[in-house]
């Protein structure tokens, strides 16, 4: 099926799934067993595994083949394989577990999708884990987050699972298997891919042009398993893709089909894994382009290609098709890199999510540079555009606005916003809002739930509005751990056409538990606290912030100048 030189990785196509005439056995014994709940990336991580993805993994990681993950990217057995995928367990579910017996596994729906054979329970050290796998131990950094928020013991052994339930986007969700029939049916022999969790705008429409010119058929294979919250609905990018692929690609050298696993944002040792998976998917060479998987700038632009230079090509049996960003430059009228332009910085048309979510919502248009119209009005029908914004009725130096300083406790925040307040009340009326004050005057009845502190953070932005509205500069300074809640304030300021500028205050979490005189991290970390933000409860960082502040690198009176140098720039203040 699909290339006869293209050998599943490790060997052998796993295929995890029982038999039909194990399927009653299996179903009708599955609710007498002991059960462990997966999470959304466990459940994607057992899909991997059942359906061959993952060859030649059988089951969730013992320690021999995890220990050798983090320490050289390789199974136990030599085999390459760069991330762990494992299954957490905590203390009351690992009371019911014997090593050579049978445990159910579901999702949180309680429906039932197999079994594992416990053939090893252990620990994980998170940080650990972090800084092999993710290069970091921040926790703003998602990888890290979800690690810090899951159990540390660990359950291992093989599969056996049952036929998948209905999923979404069935029709595109090809097996491996099925995704080999069909290279093969079409008679390709040489097979590219294109892994994406955005849509395809026209500078990645390009480097997949550009690469059918040296294959003979190229899958797009958008992840549709588990992203952050500022990432765009898989369900959007797919009529993104249909809506492109119908108009603008040959339909018989074009293949869409949906890659069901969760995004780790572990940059290059995740790009490495996509492009072994691939091979397995009987794609050969797999597009990899500048930060591939990479997430708010924890890795060097260029490191998830470099990564493949530390294997053979014979022991990765898949080739990278390495590409820089592309853009279009308005001097040289077309679409082009950094290695083929000589032109600054200003003539290049290139947009972030934060400003392409922006324009939309204000009820701008993308320009035809960066993306294809039909592409533009799917996004647009999304994000629900708002009505123009007029021009400005007063200096804008003299204007109110709203500071909003985000970042996990201990970041600097409240030091940070009182050094400034004292250097723009010479000249402004400065009111600044802390999201503990407000919680503690105006949601008292309120809980450490997602909804409560979304609740609490909404009254806090709706107080910073009618201030900004008087002229105020609203400095706010509030965890905000939640993407969505910390946008949905920015287009309220928008549509009143308030200037909203986010700040990031970032530490390293060594340096948040040093400044921590009352111990809650690392109460946190050995689970006195629940709930705890950064640790056992999420923390999404900006994905495109106005200024990002190291206060674990820099002093409070650097960063006061810089977030001062910004507000000059953007003409808010004129001191």
């Known amino acids: ?52 993805a993952a060859s030649p993994l059988e089951g969730f990681m013992g320690s021999a083949d995890y220990r050798s993950v983090l320490d050289r990217m390789r199974l136990a057995d030599g085999t390459v394989w760069p991330l762990p995928m494992t299954l957490a367990v905590d203390e009351e579910q690992a009371k019911r577990l014997v090593p050579g017996r049978l445990v159910g596994l579901r999702d949180s729906q309680g429906r039932y999708w197999g079994s594992i054979e416990i053939q090893d329970l252990y620990q994980r050290d998170a940080l650990t884990e972090a800084r092999a796998v993710c290069r970091t131990e921040d926790p703003s950094h998602p990888g890290v987050a979800y690690l810090l928020s899951r159990p540390t013991l660990l359950a291992a052994g093989p599969v056996k699972v049952l036929p998948l339930p209905e999923l979404p986007f069935a029709r595109y969700r090809l097996t491996p298997r099925d995704l080999r029939r069909e290279i093969a049916a079409r008679g390709w022999l040489r097979v590219g891919g294109f892994q994406t969790r955005n849509p395809i705008h026209r500078a990645h429409e390009h480097l997949t042009k550009v690469a059918l010119e040296s294959v003979d058929g190229l899958v797009i294979h958008p992840l549709v398993g588990q992203t952050t919250a500022e990432d765009v609905p898989a369900e959007v990018r797919f009529q993104c893709y249909e809506t492109l692929i119908d108009k603008y690609y040959p339909k018989d050298r074009i293949l869409l089909a949906a890659f069901p696993a969760a995004m780790r944002y572990a940059g290059p040792r995740e790009a490495l894994f996509h492009a072994l998976v691939r091979k397995n998917y009987g794609i050969q060479r797999l597009i990899v382009g500048r930060d591939h998987a990479g ?60 400003r392409v979510r922006e324009i939309l919502r204000a009820g701008g248009q993308l320009p035809p540079e960066f993306t294809r119209a039909e592409v533009a009005e799917v996004l647009r029908a999304h994000y629900q555009g708002t009505e123009r914004a007029p021009a400005a009725a007063e200096p804008r130096a003299r204007r109110g606005f709203i500071l909003w300083f985000t970042g996990l406790s201990g970041a600097g925040k409240t030091t940070l916003a009182a050094q400034l307040s004292k250097k723009l009340e010479v000249s402004r009326a400065v009111q600044v809002l802390d999201g503990d004050e407000i919680r503690r005057h105006l949601s008292k009845e309120l809980g450490f739930s997602k909804e409560d502190r979304n609740t609490n953070i909404r009254r806090l932005g709706y107080v910073a509005t009618l201030l900004a509205e008087k002229g105020v500069i609203s400095i706010c300074a509030a965890i905000s751990p939640y ?8 287009q309220a300021a928008a549509r009143q056409h308030i200037p909203f500028l986010e700040v990031y205050l970032r530490a390293d979490l060594s340096a948040l538990i040093a400044r ?3 111990g809650l991290y690392k109460k946190a970390l050995a689970g006195e606290i629940r709930n705890f933000t950064g640790i056992s409860d999420p923390y999404e960082a900006p994905e495109h912030p106005a200024l990002e502040l190291r206060t674990d690198r820099e002093s409070a009176v650097e960063s006061t100048d810089r977030v001062l140098g910004l507000l000059r720039d953007r003409g808010l203040i004129i001191i």
């Open 1 to 52: 099926m699909g290339s006869p030189e293209l050998t599943p990785h490790g060997g052998k196509l796993v295929d995890r799934f029982v038999s039909k005439e194990e399927i009653p056995e299996l179903a009708s014994g599955l609710s007498r067993l002991p059960a462990l709940t997966l999470d959304s990336r466990e459940l994607a991580d057992l899909e991997l595994i059942a359906t061959g």
């Open 295 to 354: 997430v708010n700038r924890f890795y060097g632009p260029f490191e998830a290609q470099r990564i493949f230079e530390q294997f053979t090509r014979d022991e990765l049996g898949v080739e990278p098709l390495l590409f820089d960003s592309m853009f279009f430059c308005r001097a040289c009228d077309n679409l082009a890199s950094a290695r083929s332009c000589p032109h600054p910085g200003d003539m290049r048309v290139e947009l972030s999510g934060t």
């Open 483 to 490: 993407a969505q809640i910390r946008d949905e304030i920015h």
């Open 516 to 518: 921590d005189p009352k």
